[in-house]
């Protein structure tokens, strides 16, 4: 059984930080690619960042030199560093993750979600 656990989200002034944190559990034997999507109030989800197992990186234009993504393989462990935070990134961030499972299973894992409210 794979799980991923995000933290790090809540409320926070327009030109706040926040980092947010997503651990994987379970039988794994390997994790690819990692990212963070979000989906506000009435839009559809969308992606925010994405991270290969290699430390290649990609961004939204609207959070491009705000928002900085990273990864601890060892701690099996994806951030997103959020700086100079606006309103409109307001959201529900979402953990995803393409993970190799013991015994051998390719699949695609999305964590809960956790809040991120952006708001004076």
């Known amino acids: 059984q794979v799980q991923l656990v995000e933290s790090g989200g809540g409320l926070v002034q327009p030109g706040g930080s926040l980092r947010l944190s997503c651990a994987a559990s379970?039988?794994?034997?390997?994790?690819?690619?990692m990212r963070w999507y979000r989906q506000a109030p009435g839009k559809e989800r969308e992606l925010v960042a994405g991270i290969t197992s290699g430390r290649s990186t990609n961004y939204a234009d609207s959070v491009k030199g705000r928002f900085t993504i990273s990864r601890d393989n060892a701690k099996k462990t994806v951030y997103l560093q959020m700086n100079s935070l606006k309103p409109e990134d307001t959201a529900v961030y979402y953990c995803?993750?393409?993970?190799?499972?013991?015994?051998?299973?390719?699949?695609?894992?999305w964590g809960q979600g956790t809040q991120v409210t952006v708001s004076s």
């Open positions: 995803n993750a393409d993970i190799i499972s013991t015994p051998f299973r390719m699949a695609d894992y």
């Open positions: 379970g039988s794994i034997f390997s994790i690819n690619a």
